[in-house]
């Protein structure tokens, strides 16, 4: 009988699946492939139809360096920080990057302003992750939140750091999934190592689309 116990123990060890089968079932079944690519979907078209409006204005309209190149001559790029900081964080993602990352490429130091457009936007991630973890701590502004990001909280419950990779990653407004991380205490040691793929969508941006790098 102890035998018999013992050979069904190995059994169940050899037909134990790998961690990362066992993820990408997970993943599949959840619906989080098909999210990915519905989010890809939705997000392509907003960038290429971006992409498409900049080229026509520049062509038909007016040159559009010569404005980037006013703007960097005119303002202060701390002050041009400061705004996509607060785009990045407090209004959500309201301004597109892709106009930021344009204009690091007519500044005088292309890949140092980079760079700071992409920590400003990990910042951004930061204080938008802690304005999540605030708004549990006021009830009316918590329920009002959980009913507007309702489907968006319950995307970072079932997938959590995946759903933060691809939000780092993907053109898909980053503040919001950080807003939803905090809300339902996403660890956030986590957090900061799945937020850091912020840099590597704004130097990926940077060299395709406008061969800044």
């Known amino acids: 009988m102890k035998k018999l ?3 069904k123990k190995n059994e169940v060890v050899l037909n134990k699946k790998p961690r ?3 993820l990408h079932q997970y993943y599949n079944y959840t619906g989080f492939y098909k999210f990915v690519g519905n989010s890809l979907k939705k997000a392509i078209l907003p960038v290429l139809l971006f992409l498409a409006a900049l080229f026509a204005i520049n062509e038909y309209v007016i ?3 010569s404005i980037l190149v006013t ?3 005119t303002y202060s790029p701390v002050g041009i920080l400061a705004v996509f900081l607060a785009s990045e964080s407090i209004f959500l993602g309201l301004v597109p990057p892709e106009l930021f990352i344009a204009w690091s490429g007519k500044s005088a130091m292309p890949i140092t302003y980079l760079s700071l457009l992409a920590l400003a936007s990990y910042l951004g991630g930061i204080i938008s992750y802690w304005m999540g973890k605030a708004i549990k701590m006021i ?3 918590h329920d009002a939140m959980e009913t507007k990001m309702a489907k968006h909280i319950k995307n970072t419950e ?3 750091g995946f759903l933060i990779v691809v939000g780092a990653l993907l053109p898909i407004p980053f503040s919001i999934t950080s807003v939803a991380a905090g809300i339902i205490n996403y660890k956030f040691r986590y ?3 799945f937020g850091l793929l912020r840099f590597i969508r704004f130097y990926g941006y940077a ?3 406008f061969k800044i790098v």
């Open 20 to 22: 990362w089968k066992l």
């Open 207 to 209: 060299l395709v689309i």
């Open 139 to 141: 009830p009316a502004v």
């Open 191 to 193: 957090y900061l190592l």
């Open 158 to 160: 079932k997938w959590g």
């Open 63 to 65: 040159n559009i360096n």
């Open 5 to 7: 116990n013992m050979k």
């Open 71 to 73: 703007v960097t001559e």
